[in-house]
């Protein structure tokens, strides 16, 4: 069972917009932080942004001010909405949790299938 379930993405325009959202599929009983990261041709997986169960959240440098990130606790689902969108924003997208599929389970990283955003006029 695939841990997290993607939607969103495609492809936009410099200085446009995309939203991503990311849904635990039931395989996790417990989720501590949620999150996307990227991932461009050549280049190594980086973070984009995290959110904690409690809020506080986490930015590259490179998105912050443009990117939004939130969550829905109760529907275990992350949300991240990126305005001003440049074209070195273009990169699979992975949704990511820290969490664990018992309760009392250790927690661990939980990555989704990824979803391709490209920014190109």
């Known amino acids: 069972q695939v841990p997290l379930v993607e939607s969103g993405g495609g492809l936009a325009q410099p200085g446009g917009s995309l939203s991503l959202s990311c849904a635990n599929s039931?395989?996790?009983?417990?989720?501590?932080?949620m999150g996307w990261y990227r991932q461009a041709p050549t280049e190594s997986r980086e973070l984009v942004a995290t959110?904690?169960?409690?809020?506080?959240?986490k930015f590259a440098d490179s998105v912050r001010g443009r990117f939004t990130i939130s969550i829905d606790n109760a529907k275990d689902t992350v949300y991240l909405r990126m305005d001003s969108l440049k074209p070195e924003d273009t990169a699979v997208y992975y949704c990511?949790?820290?969490?664990?599929?018992?309760?009392?389970?250790?927690?661990?990283?939980?990555w989704g299938q990824g979803t391709q955003v490209t920014v190109s006029s």
């Open positions: 990511y949790a820290e969490g664990a599929t018992t309760i009392l389970g250790r927690a661990r990283d939980f």
């Open positions: 959110i904690s169960r409690s809020g506080g959240r």
């Open positions: 039931g395989a996790l009983a417990a989720i501590n932080v």
